[in-house]
């Protein structure tokens, strides 16, 4: 469903993808692990178009979207939804609003087919009846899973996450990982996570690969990763520091 080849992309003298290739498959779920600025957030950029590589293939369902036009890639874009490191909701706008943003735009839905649409996506966070409220009045968790719910109610045969579990307690962090598991299942959408959290990367993810030095350095299933004896990989699901400090 998803390949990228080859992709490199420099920002100035900034080296940030050195020749990635990736591919996944229909259904599955991927965690990208690797060091802070290492590029897993440009990486996944790429792989919805809103970044365009300096050389190298996305491929998304046999499409190369390098090079597309906008109005193209606005239709390979109905096939993702996405869920932004801080939920990225519209402070001004109700839960319902949020949610339903996107909605909006399908002339061919009806202001009843909408509103069945957002509950339902509601209904799959565990959020029902918040509707009516604001941003401001939702601890983290919900607004993350409010994010969650916007990101899936066009139904998306994609789902991408940047950094789910960030800033949220370890027993938030284990329902939002719960529910990218539920989404995955129940919806079969395939899940691209891009996290930090070791607990997170073992829970969500089927496969998981890691970038380092521009490149996929190491993949695996998450046993595979977590018992690795590489020194890098290891050093890094560890927490452990260079020597030098690095």
Same mark, same amino acid.
């Given at each position: 469903?998803?390949?990228?080849?080859?992709?490199?992309?420099?920002? *100035? #003298?900034?080296?940030?993808?050195?020749?990635?290739?990736?591919?996944?498959?229909?259904?599955?779920?991927?965690?990208?692990?690797?060091?802070?600025?290492?590029?897993?957030?440009?990486?996944?950029?790429?792989?919805?178009?809103?970044?365009? +590589?300096?050389?190298?293939?996305?491929?998304?369902?046999?499409?190369? !979207?390098?090079?597309?036009?906008?109005?193209?890639?606005?239709?390979?874009?109905?096939?993702? @939804?996405?869920?932004?490191?801080?939920?990225?909701?519209?402070?001004?706008?109700?839960?319902?609003?949020?949610?339903?943003?996107?909605? /909006?735009?399908?002339?061919?839905?009806? #202001?009843?087919?909408?509103?069945? /649409?957002?509950?339902?996506?509601?209904?799959?966070?565990?959020?029902?009846?918040?509707?009516?409220?604001?941003?401001?009045?939702?601890? *983290?968790?919900?607004?993350?899973?409010?994010?969650?719910?916007?990101?899936?109610?066009?139904?998306?045969?994609?789902?991408?996450?940047?950094? #789910?579990?960030?800033?949220?307690? +370890?027993?938030?962090? %284990?329902?939002?990982?719960?529910?990218?598991?539920?989404?995955?299942?129940?919806?079969?959408?395939?899940?691209?996570?891009?996290?930090?959290?070791?607990?997170?990367?073992?829970?969500? @993810?089927?496969?998981?690969?890691?970038?380092?030095?521009?490149?996929?350095?190491?993949?695996?299933?998450? %046993?595979?990763?977590?018992?690795?004896?590489? #020194?890098?990989?290891?050093?890094?699901?560890?927490? !452990?520091? %260079?020597?030098? *400090?690095?």
């Amino acid at each position: 469903m998803i390949e990228a080849r080859n992709l490199k992309k420099s920002f *100035g #003298p900034q080296r940030v993808l050195e020749g990635v290739n990736l591919r996944i498959s229909e259904g599955e779920s991927v965690v990208i692990l690797g060091r802070s600025g290492g590029g897993k957030s440009i990486l996944l950029k790429h792989l919805v178009g809103l970044i365009q +590589p300096d050389e190298g293939e996305v491929i998304i369902d046999g499409e190369n !979207i390098v090079g597309m036009n906008e109005r193209r890639l606005l239709d390979v874009r109905h096939k993702f @939804g996405m869920l932004f490191q801080s939920a990225a909701l519209f402070d001004s706008m109700t839960v319902a609003e949020n949610v339903g943003f996107a909605l /909006r735009r399908e002339k061919n839905l009806t #202001p009843a087919e909408l509103n069945r /649409r957002v509950s339902e996506a509601l209904e799959t966070v565990d959020l029902p009846g918040t509707e009516a409220k604001k941003p401001s009045e939702l601890s *983290g968790g919900m607004r993350k899973r409010v994010g969650l719910a916007r990101a899936i109610v066009y139904r998306p045969e994609i789902v991408l996450y940047d950094e #789910p579990t960030t800033g949220l307690d +370890p027993i938030v962090a %284990d329902s939002i990982d719960q529910l990218i598991v539920r989404i995955r299942d129940r919806l079969n959408v395939t899940s691209v996570v891009v996290t930090h959290d070791m607990r997170s990367a073992r829970r969500v @993810g089927q496969r998981i690969v890691m970038l380092h030095q521009g490149k996929i350095y190491a993949e695996g299933t998450p %046993d595979e990763i977590f018992s690795s004896s590489d #020194p890098v990989v290891y050093r890094f699901v560890n927490g !452990i520091a %260079d020597k030098d *400090g690095d």
